[in-house]
């Protein structure tokens, strides 16, 4: 029996002997041997977080360890052994910001903070119907929708909230648009986008514009219709997602960037193409859409590749040996920093594990993983 195998076989048995709470008993993590180590590289793994189905309280966290080809999953609760429900309801986005680990939970209402490098607690920051998070200048930012989750065409204006790394407590709060999304900082001001999406048909179009110095919203820029993800390249541009009406008006792709003359990002580019999420590697950009459509009650997928330079469709699919077709429902996507494996998670059926899969950068797969469930955000540890 290999060490690794040994590790496998009785750590789970020893946590569970030893490892209780008052009312529950915990669950141990679970590990799987993948075997694409990387000892010298410069990333040390990587997290994932699930989200969980809405109202399951089944967020939970994965994380791959690149020094030991370990994949290890739902490890948060053997590592807080008395943190009462975990980590709560909806994982909606997760990063790290020096030693700090944050994962935004979103129908929870908070946003945990742990260590990096051991995923042990280190508190938590109470944010209403939190959704993604940002690190600039000492300082983390969340979007929030503010009120609670709820379709309601009455719905409030969203913000976005400062909290202090250091003492975690929150600094500065600014309203902006109606149930802001993703945000990025280019030359000190924040870009969000505002979805509007508790509103519906009567949906946000704009992207807020943050003066960072003194944090105030001073502009709101028509974009499109549903916005969610905003996404900045290595040239500063920014990616904006419109999900559409989910009827008549389809999912678009635009492009922001400064132009000659002008002090604030303005649109350049409509991209005739319907996009879901996206991550970047070096001149390229990777994204899959997973476009709903009322009428059809069907989604329609797609993969595809895009020249940040010229903006231009360069391919129609980035998986080039037809695993594709093992993805049912793709949600999430990442590109390692260093090899540009690309990472695309698949929700399957909402309830139940997903799957994570690894391609290599020519579109090739190379390993994939069971996760928990609904695997949707990956943030990247350095050694």
Same mark, same amino acid.
């Given at each position: 029996m290999t060490f690794?195998? !040994? !590790?496998?076989?009785?750590? $789970?048995?020893l946590m569970v002997a030893t490892s209780c709470r008052e009312d529950e008993l915990v669950v141990p993590t679970e590990y799987d041997i993948i075997g694409d180590e990387r000892p010298?590289?410069?990333?040390?793994g990587f997290y994932l977080v699930n989200e969980g189905n809405m109202g399951s309280n089944k967020c939970t966290l994965d994380f791959y360890d690149y020094y030991t080809g370990l994949y290890s999953r739902n490890f948060y609760a053997e590592k807080n052994p008395n943190v009462i429900k975990e980590l709560g309801d909806v994982g909606n986005d997760i990063g790290i910001y020096g030693s700090k680990l944050y994962v935004v939970v979103n129908c929870s209402h908070k946003v945990e903070v742990m260590d990096s490098r051991s995923g042990v607690r280190?508190?938590? %920051?109470? %944010?209403?119907?939190?959704?993604?998070?940002? !690190?600039?200048?000492g300082k983390a930012y969340i979007s929030s929708y503010v009120g609670p989750v709820l379709i309601d065409p009455n719905? $409030?204006?969203?913000?976005?909230?400062? %909290?202090? #790394?250091?003492?975690?407590?929150? #600094?500065?709060?600014?309203?902006?648009?109606?149930? $802001?999304? &993703?945000? &990025? %900082?280019?030359?000190?001001?924040?870009?969000?986008?505002?979805?509007?999406?508790y509103r519906a048909p009567n949906y946000d179009n704009t992207v807020s514009v943050i003066q960072m110095v003194d944090f105030k919203q001073v502009q709101q820029i028509p974009v499109g219709i549903n916005l969610h993800r905003l996404k900045k390249d290595k040239y500063n541009k920014l990616w904006v997602t419109s999900r559409g009406d989910y009827q008549d008006r389809p999912s678009r792709l635009y492009v922001m960037q400064k132009k000659p003359g002008y002090n604030q990002m303005i649109v350049t580019d409509t991209i005739p193409v319907a996009c879901s999420n996206m991550a970047f590697y070096e001149d390229k950009m990777y994204f899959y859409a997973t476009e709903w459509n009322n009428y059809t009650a069907s989604n329609t997928i797609t993969y595809g590749v895009i020249d940040v330079r010229t903006k231009e469709v360069i391919s129609d699919n980035f998986i080039k040996d037809g695993t594709e077709k093992d993805i049912t429902i793709p949600y999430g996507i990442a590109v390692h920093p260093e090899t540009g494996d690309i990472f695309v998670t698949d929700a399957k059926n909402y309830v139940s594990s997903g799957t994570l899969y690894c391609f290599s950068s020519d579109g090739y797969k190379k390993w994939s993983v069971r996760t928990g469930d609904i695997p949707a955000h990956i943030t990247f540890l350095s050694k």
């Open positions: 690794k195998q !040994f !590790f496998l076989y009785f750590l $789970p048995l010298g590289s410069d990333i040390r280190l508190g938590q %920051i109470d %944010i209403p119907n939190c959704r993604y998070v940002r !690190f600039h200048r719905a $409030p204006k969203g913000a976005v909230y400062e %909290i202090d #790394t250091l003492s975690l407590a929150v #600094t500065r709060k600014v309203s902006v648009g109606y149930q $802001p999304e &993703e945000m &990025e %900082i280019v030359d000190d001001y924040m870009y969000v986008a505002n979805s509007g999406g």
